[in-house]
């Protein structure tokens, strides 16, 4: 038993150049559809080279690092949110986020109880 008779590709690939496998006469076949589509575009080659080193860093091929992206934008960032707080004495106090304003909790309630405390006095 040849290898080929396992796996048909090998067997497509042994038999390319053979008259018999072959005809001139057309066969009907049935093209599914894939739910997908291919999409071509140009971006400059540095952009393109980023893309790939980012891919890679994640463990990603192009094609998944490029469809996550699209989904991101498409509903919106999923970067998660973050606060940083710093403190340069009794009444200095920095905030720096990227979670946009109108997006912000200002109620009591969007603080945390155990941080209460902390933040007691801060506000103007």
Sequence with gaps: MSSS???PIEELWERRHDPEEWS????EIEARPTGSTVVSFRLPYEEYE????????????????IREAVRIRLKGSSIPAFVEMTSGGARDFWLRTN?????????????PDSD???LAGTAP
């Design 99 to 111: 979670i946009p304003e109108h997006q912000r909790g200002t109620e009591p309630s969007s603080v």
């Design 50 to 65: 980023e893309l790939e080193e980012a891919a890679s860093a994640r463990g990603e091929s192009l094609s998944e690092f």
């Design 5 to 7: 008779e396992n796996n």
């Design 24 to 27: 001139e006469e057309a066969v």
């Design 116 to 118: 209460r405390e902390l």
